[in-house]
Nanobody, 123 residues
Framework: QVQLVESGGGSVQAGGSLRLSCVASGYTASPYCMGWFRQAPGKEREAVARIYIGSGGTDYPDSVKGRFTISWDNAKNTLYLQMNSLKPEDTARYYC????????????????WGQGTQVTVSS
């Protein structure tokens, strides 16, 4: 059974840093792609980082580019999101997601999701 478990959320002041982790288990091989998403109350879910596991290629929206870094540790089956220079508008519940299929990844479709971890940034 595939399982994604996030951790590392918490409360931090603006300008601070957090590193989120997402442990992937139950996979017979590494996913083709993984991503981090966030959702604040009353807002739509937003993608904040994506990584292609094989190539290591990444991309970010302008809202977090230069502040967030996604990475994958194959030995630990763990996805990370390093978040620096945090802003109050980064406050949200953060989710990791994964998919095995190249076709889904190209269409930004993820079939496996974690339960999320809360990040709160105070001004």
């Amino acid at each position: 059974q595939v399982q994604l478990v996030e951790s590392g959320g918490g409360s931090v002041q603006a300008g601070g840093s957090l590193r989120l982790s997402c442990v992937a288990s139950g996979y017979t091989a590494s996913p083709y792609c993984m991503g981090w998403f966030r959702q604040a109350p009353g807002k739509e879910r937003e993608a904040v980082a994506r990584i292609y596991i094989g190539s290591g290629g990444t991309d970010y929206p302008d809202s977090v580019k230069g502040r967030f870094t996604i990475s994958w540790d194959n030995a630990k089956n763990t996805l990370y999101l390093q978040m620096n220079s945090l802003k109050p508008e980064d406050t949200a519940r953060y989710y990791c997601a994964a998919d095995y299929l190249r076709s889904n990844c190209l269409r930004r479709i993820y079939n496996d999701w974690g339960q999320g971890t809360q990040v709160t940034v105070s001004s």
